[in-house]
Nanobody, 117 residues
């Protein structure tokens, strides 16, 4: 069965750091581009970061550039999102997403990140 399981969310103070992980199983992870999305309460889903299948290309939303870093370890079937200098507006449920071209897409269930004093 295809699974994407996010972990690492929680409560962190403004300016702090958090690393999210997404463990993948049930598909050929190394062939898929991986994305992180987030959705805050009352807001639309937002694409946060993208990494290609081999990890040589990344893109970020303007709101997180310079603060967030997406990476992957294909040997561990895991994608990460390192979040630094966190702001209250980063509070959201963060979702892991796997994409193979325009043909296949998988989603995790999300992990909640709360940035607050």
């Amino acid at each position: 069965q295809v699974q994407l399981v996010e972990s690492g969310g929680g409560l962190v103070q403004p300016g702090g750091s958090l690393r999210l992980s997404c463990a993948a199983s049930g598909f050929t992870f190394r062939r898929y581009a991986m994305n992180w999305y987030r959705q805050g309460t009352g807001k639309e889903r937002e694409l946060v970061a993208v990494i290609n299948s081999v990890g040589g290309y990344t893109t970020y939303a303007d709101s997180v550039k310079g603060r967030f870093t997406i990476s992957r370890d294909n040997a561990k079937n895991t994608v990460y999102l390192q979040m630094n200098s966190l702001k209250p507006e980063d509070t959201a449920v963060y979702y892991c997403n796997a994409v193979l071209g325009w043909t296949m897409e998988y989603w995790g269930k999300g992990t909640l990140v709360t940035v607050s004093s």
